[in-house]
């Protein structure tokens, strides 16, 4: 059985932007709670400290890129501005649950 394509989305937060990110932090839950079919993996990504957040990453299962620019545009996080860049890459997933697939 042939593997799908999966589509990496990598967000980096504008600089300062802790406080805009906090204020939209339960409407992005709500967002990707409904919506976590779609997710395969996902979370805040960390500065060095361990616990500043400075961006967000999802590996998303969806059908082709057009589907995951939709996805990260209608995040909360998206419309209210957190995300200074946003990258999105297909990925061949080639390893997962410990194991080859």
């Known amino acids: 059985m042939p593997v799908s394509v999966h589509y990496v989305v990598l967000c980096r ?3 300062g932007s802790a406080s805009l990110r906090r204020a939209v932090l339960a409407e992005h839950r709500r967002y990707v709670d409904e919506r976590a079919g779609l997710i395969r993996f996902s979370g805040p990504l960390l500065d060095a400290d361990g616990e ?4 967000q990453l999802f ?7 057009e589907a995951a620019e939709a996805f990260i545009a209608a995040d909360p996080f ?3 501005g957190v995300f200074a860049t946003v990258e999105i890459d297909p990925l061949l997933p ?6 080859r697939t």
Do not use: E, H, Q, S
């Open 13 to 15: 937060d504008v600089p």
């Open 52 to 55: 500043t957040r400075r961006g």
């Open 59 to 65: 590996v998303l299962d969806v059908p082709d890129r």
């Open 78 to 80: 998206t419309r209210a």
């Open 94 to 99: 080639v390893f997962g649950d410990g194991r």
